[in-house]
Every structure is written in structure tokens, then in C-alpha cells.
């Protein structure tokens, strides 16, 4: 059986399985207060492309680092697949994307390079390396900053300029024009609470936890006494959200997005913008289970398949799923890429668009690496090695225009169609596996095939052997030309007389 499900089976509970382990050797102080704290939390066929995306060329290099961990990508399907982990973790303008050439010009990208050991979810070492201004960097940037000058400018031209190409150029940017994208008022802000006021929330122990995971999301050189107020306003800023919103669950990742916001906008202000996230762009990822999480990841199949249906046939058939997907859209990216310049360019654009751009992204993604994957072998370990780990020279921008290609040629009310179909035709699937189950329980044999005639059709319960089916046939025949024989010779008879 072909699935297209993120888990196989029941998912009562959130798994933290995917985004719970890091490298914990490289800064001792941070986790050596928190060992009890540990003990505490719980939580196809037709090779046609005629999609947006030109495939990526794989032997260009830059590409995704090769996994050789399989056994523990098999421990994580197990993990997620049992389901009682513990709970944790529009650009007006046309987009014409010429398809047979990237068109990538180098712009815009920062090549890192990888580290080949390390695994799939583990976060990236973010670099935070600067690039000079171009001369269309430049010219944007000022006419950005004449936008600011203009009290009466529009949201509308805020999110043409957050979704156009290399976004809003720069951080100093960015710390005014986010809030305005999501509507906050930077200046009618509510102070923070300290920590002490927040370490009584039970989910306080994992949210330090993960927080003290999270050095690697840091600007590297930063002096430690600064670090940590970081981390102790990063914690204060989680709690602050969950504390207002109690029917929102914090899962393992969330620190990844309030880090960025953290970094950008400052603790108060990126207080706010969490608050509407939670409440809008992530409020299916806050849920008691994963149920909405995974549904909303099966948007991934249809969106490939109508792109190019051999890649999706493919993909199908090696059951990978969509777990690896499943890090990038709780956490806009940020949790998997290197390069922070591209994290914030990504967030220049969820913060424009609709909550479900993230997924359109992925599905651009995969059909991009569509020549990686069909070199890989057709099985769930390997293809998850090779999506779970993003090359370091992926065209975003690029990307973002093929993402909201797609956005536009299939809109969410389409694929919700689809994936609709896909879950009866899983469970009509489940049904027949089911009922084969208890045939062999009680028989001790196989079933019969399901017969196609007539008799099958009016009578599905009756089991018919290929030699009832022809015995059946045959008497069927035989009443046939009886009646045939009867209606020629004896009726014109009656008629007469």
C-alpha cells in the first residue's frame, strides 16, 4: 500500500523524537543545570515534466550531505509511528519562471561549508556572514526606507516588498517592517515579566531545555554573559505565549522560529509577533496532537503529483513519507538551514503570504531535487537521508517564485480535494487489509480474489472459488438458451392460437 501519512497509526500524542537530540558535549554550562529538568519533561510512470521547476543538476555539487545513519532514521519512524511520544516538540506582480534555466546568478545565496556528520536533525550551525550590497539590493533598500518615510503606506506595498525579490535587504529593515506585516505596533508594546515570575509553568523545564539546545541558532563571538540573557529572554518569551494561550501546546521547534524573532525585533516586540503566530500562522502545529500537522504535510503528494507525476510515483513507492518535511514546516526552515541570511529571507516571505506557503515551498523543493531523488534507491531510508539534509545552495528566491506559482495553479481548496481523497482511499485500503486479517484468523488461508462478475457485485459476501464462478457461468449460459429456444418455438404457437 502506497502511504502518503507523515506517521502510520494512531498519533494521540506529539513525538519530540525529531527535533529532541543535539550535540550536548560542546557547551557544558549550559546543560549541566539542567540534568534533573530532564527527568521532569514530558512530553511514476511518465517521466514528463510539466510543472515550474527545472530539476536540480546534481552533478553541479553543493548538494545535500549523504546520510549514513539509517538506524536512526528507522528509530524515528518507530518513535513517531508508536504516537505516545510526550508532547514537545502576495506579490501582486506575475511570476513568469522560465523553466529550463535556474536562473540563479549566484544572488543572493551563502554557501556554508557542510558538515558531513552531522545527522538529520540535528540544527545547523547558522552562519551569519555578511554579504555587500548590490547595486538591486541597494536600489531596493531605498526605496524601502522612502516607504518608511511615508506614514500613509499601504500593507499592501510592506508585503510586495517582503516577497519580491532578496526581500527586505537587512536586519535594520526587518526591525521595522515585521510588525508591521503582522500588525503590531512596535510602540505600544507590554513589558516582559522576568524569569522567576514564569519558572512555575509546567513546561518551563522543557523549554529551558530546549532553549540550552539551541546555542548553535546564536550569533557565534558573542560574549557569554550575553548569550545567556538571550537565552533567558528566549525562554521568557516562549512561556509568555503559552502562559496567555493555555489551549496552545509548545512543541519542540517553536524556540526555532521566537529565536529569529528574537534576534530581529527584540524581546517585546517579538513577544507580540509570537502571540499572532501562535494564533494564526501556527495554530495547527499548537494542538493537542499532530493530527492537523499531518494533515496539512499530505498536501505535499498532490502538489508533486500534479507537477510531475512519475517523481510523485516514486516517492509513493519508497513509503518516505513526509517525515522529513516535518522540521521544516514547524519551523519555517529555520531549524535546518545554515545560513541565517536565507532563514530571515524565508521569513520575509511566511510573514507576507498565506499560513500555508511553507508547504507550497517544500513541494517546490522536492520537485526541484527531483534528479537526486531518482538516483537515490526506491526505499523510505534512503530517500529520507537525502531530503532530510537541504543542500547548502538551494535558490530561494528562485524557489519562492516557483512556490507561489504553484500557490496560484493549485490553491489550497484543490489539494484539500485531494488529500480528502487520499485519506478515504487509505482507509478503504485499511478496510479490505482488515477484513483479509480476519479471513486468514478464521480460515487459516488466504481469501479468494474479489470477483468482478454480476453475482459478485449483488452478493459481495459470497465467497465464490474460480470453479463456482464457472459452474455459475455456465448454468447462466444454459438458462439462456433455453429461454432463447422456448421464446422462438412455443410463443408464435401461442400468438396463433
Keep these: 500500500m502506497e502511504r502518503m501519512e507523515l506517521l502510520n497509526g494512531t ?12 550535540d550536548s558535549d560542546e557547551h557544558p554550562e549550559s546543560h549541566s543545570s539542567m540534568d534533573d529538568s530532564r527527568k521532569s519533561s514530558t512530553h511514476g510512470d511518465d517521466d514528463k515534466n510539466n510543472g515550474v521547476l527545472p530539476p536540480r543538476n546534481v ?52 554557501l556554508v561549508q557542510p558538515n558531513n556528520h552531522r545527522r538529520s536533525d540535528e540544527p545547523t550551525e547558522l552562519s551569519f556572514e555578511k554579504f555587500p550590497e548590490n547595486h538591486e539590493e541597494k536600489l531596493k533598500r531605498i526605496k524601502i526606507e522612502n516607504a518608511l518615510d511615508d506614514p500613509k503606506t499601504p500593507l499592501e506595498t510592506w508585503k510586495q516588498f517582503a516577497k519580491s525579490e532578496y526581500g527586505l535587504i537587512n536586519d535594520d529593515l526587518r526591525r521595522k517592517i515585521w510588525p508591521l506585516l503582522v500588525g503590531v505596533d512596535p510602540q505600544q508594546v507590554d513589558p516582559a515579566p522576568s524569569l522567576e515570575e514564569l519558572n512555575k509553568h509546567p513546561e518551563y523545564n522543557q523549554v529551558v531545555l530546549d532553549v540550552n539546545r539551541s546555542l548553535k541558532r546564536f550569533p557565534p563571538g558573542i560574549p557569554y554573559e550575553q548569550r545567556v540573557a538571550l537565552q533567558d529572554q528566549l525562554t ?48 495547527e502545529c499548537m494542538q493537542e496532537t499532530m493530527e492537523p500537522t499531518q494533515r496539512r504535510l499530505m498536501f505535499i503528494y498532490p502538489l508533486v503529483r500534479r507537477e510531475n507525476a512519475a517523481l510523485c510515483s516514486y516517492l509513493e513507492r519508497s513509503t518516505v513519507g513526509t517525515l522529513f518535511a516535518l522540521p521544516w514546516y514547524l519551523t519555517w526552515f529555520g531549524h535546518s538551514l ?60 528562485y524557489l519562492l517564485k516557483s512556490a507561489e506559482t504553484l500557490y496560484r495553479k493549485y490553491p489550497p481548496r484543490v489539494i484539500e480535494k485531494d488529500v480528502e481523497n487520499m485519506i478515504a482511499k487509505e482507509k478503504q485500503q485499511r478496510l479490505v487489509e482488515e477484513r483479509e486479517r ?23 459476501h459470497l ?12 448454468f447462466s449460459i444454459l438458462v439462456g438458451f433455453c429461454a432463447y429456444y422456448y421464446r422462438a418455438h412455443y410463443m408464435p404457437l401461442s400468438a396463433i392460437r
Excluded: W
Aim: glycine residues 8%.
Design 236 to 283: 521568557v518569551l516562549i512561556l509568555r505565549v503559552i502562559m496567555k494561550y493555555p489551549h496552545l501546546k509548545y512543541y519542540q521547534g517553536y524556540h526555532d522560529v521566537a529565536i529569529t524573532f528574537l534576534l530581529v525585533v527584540g524581546e517585546e516586540v517579538a513577544f507580540h509577533v509570537m502571540e499572532i503566530l501562535s494564533t494564526n500562522h501556527l495554530v
Design 11 to 22: 498519533s494521540e500524542k506529539r513525538s519530540s523524537a525529531l527535533l529532541d537530540t543535539e
Design 338 to 397: 545554515n545560513s541565517y541570511r536565507s532563514v530571515v529571507r524565508l521569513y520575509d516571505y511566511f510573514l507576507a503570504s498565506d499560513f500555508l506557503l511553507p508547504i507550497y515551498v517544500t513541494s517546490a523543493i522536492v520537485i526541484y531535487r527531483q534528479n537526486e531523488i531518482f538516483q537515490e534507491d526506491c526505499d523510505m531510508a534512503s530517500l529520507h537521508c537525502l531530503l532530510s539534509q537541504l543542500p547548502e545552495d538551494l535558490p530561494f528566491e
Design 463 to 474: 465467497q465464490l472459488s474460480r470453479r463456482s464462478v464457472f459452474v455459475t457461468t455456465a
Design 438 to 460: 480476519a479471513y486468514r484468523k478464521l480460515h487459516g488461508k488466504k481469501p479468494p480474489p474479489v470477483s468482478n462478475s454480476i453475482i459478485g457485485r449483488f452478493l459481495p
Design 59 to 110: 552533478g553541479g555539487g553543493g548538494g545535500g550531505e549523504k546520510c549514513t545513519d539509517n538506524d536512526e532514521t528507522t528509530e524515528l519512524t518507530r518513535l513517531l509511528q508508536a504516537g505516545d511520544g510526550a508532547h514537545s516538540d502576495e506579490n501582486g506582480e506575475e511570476n513568469n519562471i522560465d523553466i529550463s534555466s535556474p536562473g540563479l546568478n549566484g544572488k543572493n545565496i551563502a
